[in-house]
């Protein structure tokens, strides 16, 4: 039996050049291999599923789209997919994309399209749960109740339309690197090359009992710019998270801000008679 071949052309935000895709289904079309187009998988798989059942029932099938690992998971993940069959995932500007395409059988059948026509923007994450450890960070850091989790203790995407455009916040703060943000612009957030393993030894004398010392202490340095680099990661969510709040989260966030240095309730009660420590004005955010 031939492969049955998908591109995703990802056009509801362009994370994929079209010049490639157009460059991909040429060729196929050059050597009379048949093949179906998908508009945008990742608002399809969750729009109009059953648009996608050829798909989730291939037995044997090859997919065309952004990073391999963001479309593994998306079909994964969707509930639908049958496992037994085999299918393997390939992006439009793979190296090895001409030996791949060399191995197809030529056949008769016409390209199919698969629409994608609703105005919904498909951005929302998908869970790697090969990288996933379950401390739930996501779940906790998230404020839009994107994430829950199952009766068996599994974190899912239980909201994906509640997630706000562009913001990949819960993908920095994940230790693992499990969380993928398919039409993100940054690897490994979109699900390309990225180590999600985090190092198992901590303990230095441990380390140097078994290992050349000088070997240790490189292995450390690198583990601290990693480190130092999480820590960026960590900012640049708490930054994104902030943006994307707004009403009332928002004015709780500007309250906390303007409370005294003292601890007193006079911003939130400025009627109130206070005995506070900003009575002679030496706190720098006095309130009274």
Not at 78 to 88: L, Q, V
Request: aromatic residues 6%; glycine residues 6%; proline residues 3%.
């Amino acid at each position: 039996m031939s492969k049955q071949i998908f591109i995703c052309g990802c056009e509801k935000d362009g994370k994929i050049e079209k010049e490639s895709v157009h460059k991909l289904r040429s060729t196929l079309e050059e050597k009379n291999i048949g093949y179906t187009y998908i508009e945008d998988m990742c608002g399809t798989i969750l729009k109009n599923p059953n648009d996608l059942e050829s798909l989730y029932t291939a037995e044997d099938a090859i997919v065309f789209g952004c990073q391999a690992r963001a479309m593994q998971h998306l079909v994964d993940n969707s509930g639908k997919n049958i496992e037994e069959n085999s299918t393997e995932y390939h992006h439009v500007d793979d190296e090895n994309q001409e030996e791949v395409i060399s191995q197809l059988e030529s056949n008769t059948c016409e390209p199919l399209k698969i629409k994608y026509t609703d105005s919904w923007k498909p951005w929302y994450p998908v869970i790697d749960y090969e990288r996933c450890n379950g401390c739930r960070k996501c779940l906790n850091f998230c404020l839009f109740s994107v994430y829950s989790v199952e009766d068996d203790g599994t974190v899912v995407v239980s909201a994906s339309a509640n997630c706000k455009d562009m913001c990949p916040a819960c993908a920095r703060v994940c230790p693992q690197n499990a969380i993928i943000f398919p039409k993100h612009a940054e690897s490994p957030i979109d699900g390309g090359e990225g180590d999600g393993t985090e190092n198992e030894k901590t303990d230095i004398l441990e380390q140097i009992q078994n290992d050349d010392v000088y070997s240790v202490l490189s292995a450390r340095r690198k583990n601290f710019q990693v480190s130092l680099l999480k820590n960026d990661q960590f900012k640049m969510a708490e930054e994104e998270r902030r943006a994307c709040c707004s009403g009332p989260d928002k004015k709780k966030e500007v309250k906390k801000e303007e409370k005294c240095d003292c601890d007193c309730n006079c911003k939130e009660e400025p009627k109130s008679k206070c005995d506070c420590d900003c009575k002679g004005g030496d706190s720098k955010s006095s309130c009274c």
